[in-house]
Every structure is written in structure tokens, then in C-alpha cells.
T-cell receptor, first 111, second 116 residues
């Protein structure tokens, strides 16, 4: 398995519900990032959490990081149909270098 | 302030032809990354460049693929003698030259290559 694996692969929920996606990684990191990709579009950066942080919020997004378990979670609260997209976690190989992306979680929010 | 510009957005080539994909990074960014994405899959790193310099090409296939980022002009990903397996979306991303240990990427909309 590769660095940055998301789970589940696909998630379907109703509008208003919360969506939780998980990411596991293998090597030591100094930060972890989450990106969103709408169908047929490029990726958009959502949030970055540093290795010395345990939790971070941005609007309806909450990210946690557990470096002892090498895992992170992305929570989207009060989901909307517009949140339908693929979500990827990404980790740097070394400080400031290229990012390695996981396979993504496909989130569908039904109106 | 335009973001990362990629062109063409869609490119159709026959087997054996050459494909050239262009990427202009975001204004002020000097680092360019190319990724490939197959349908229903994640992004696979190909190459990381700075102006006139290839920093990391560990994801580039050994043959037929090349990339450059000249002093003037866009970064170019070139695929020679394309095969059907090259059909994919190719994404370019850029980042600032200076960072505080966190490399946040700005992505273009992608170039979708179809090989007939």
C-alpha cells in the first residue's frame, strides 16, 4: 500500500449529515494536507495541519492528526450537495518537496 | 491574478504522434509539478521542476516522456509516440519558491489526453 491511503473509497450521505474520511500514511511527516477535486476539475487545497497540531478547523471542516497512529481524519459537518467531490489527503516526501496523494474518497451528498 | 493555466484542455492524438502539454504557473510561483490521473484513480507524481532545472523526475516513465521549464515561457510536458495507455488527465501544479516547510500546491484545471 502507498503513502496516503483514504478510507472509505466511497461515501454517500444525505444533505445535513456529517461526513468523515480517514487517511493513513507510512513515513514521518511535518504536515498533512487535504484537497478536494470536483468532477473533471483540478484539485483545490482545503486545509493543512502540521505535525505538532492535533486538530484544526476551517469553516465546516475539521481535521485531526494522530502522528502516533500515522492517521488523519477530515470531517465535513452539515454537508451540502455542493460538497459532492473526491477528497484526497497528501503528504510531503520531505520538507518542501513534492506531495504524494492517496487514492481519494468519493463523497456523494444527496439533496 | 490568473491561477495555474494549462493548455490545451483536451487533446486527441493517434498512436505514434506526439503530445505537448503546457503549463503556466501562478504568478510569483517558481516551482512546477506534473501529475497524471487515470479515471477513478488518484494523482501520480511525475516530475518536479524549477526554472531551467529538473529537481525530481522519479515518477517519469523512462522512455517517451520529457519535461522542461525554460527561463522564459511555460513548462512543457512532452510525450513522444503516444500509446493508448497514455490516455489520462495530466495536471500541473505550482508553488512559491519560498516556503516555511509546508508546500501547498495550486493546481490547474488539467489537460485531458485521449489517444485513439
Amino acid at each position: 500500500s502507498q503513502q496516503g491511503e483514504e478510507d472509505p473509497q466511497a461515501l454517500s450521505i444525505q444533505e445535513g449529515e456529517n461526513a468523515t474520511m480517514n487517511c493513513s500514511y507510512k513515513t514521518s511527516i511535518n504536515n498533512l494536507q487535504w484537497y478536494r477535486q470536483n468532477s473533471g476539475r483540478g484539485l483545490v487545497h482545503l486545509i493543512l495541519i502540521r505535525s505538532n497540531e492535533r486538530e484544526k478547523h476551517s469553516g465546516r471542516l475539521r481535521v485531526t492528526l494522530d502522528t502516533s497512529k500515522k492517521s488523519s481524519s477530515l470531517l465535513i459537518t452539515a454537508s451540502r450537495a455542493a460538497d459532492t467531490a473526491s477528497y484526497f489527503c497528501a503528504t510531503p516526501q520531505t520538507s518542501g518537496s513534492r506531495l504524494t496523494f492517496g487514492e481519494g474518497t468519493q463523497l456523494t451528498v444527496n439533496p | 491574478n490568473a491561477g495555474v493555466m494549462q493548455n490545451p484542455r483536451h487533446l486527441v492524438r493517434r498512436r505514434g504522434q506526439e503530445a505537448r502539454l503546457r503549463c503556466s504557473p501562478m504568478k510569483g510561483h517558481s516551482h512546477v509539478y506534473w501529475y497524471r490521473q487515470l479515471p477513478e484513480e488518484g494523482l501520480k507524481f511525475m516530475v518536479y521542476l524549477q526554472k531551467e532545472n529538473i529537481i525530481d523526475e522519479s515518477g517519469m516513465p523512462k522512455e517517451r516522456f520529457s519535461a522542461e521549464f525554460p527561463k522564459e515561457g511555460p513548462s512543457i510536458l512532452r510525450i513522444q509516440q503516444v500509446v493508448r495507455g497514455d490516455s489520462a488527465a495530466y495536471f500541473c501544479a505550482s508553488s512559491p519558491g519560498q516556503y516555511s516547510g509546508a508546500n501547498v500546491l495550486t493546481f490547474g484545471a488539467g489537460s485531458r489526453l485521449t489517444v485513439l
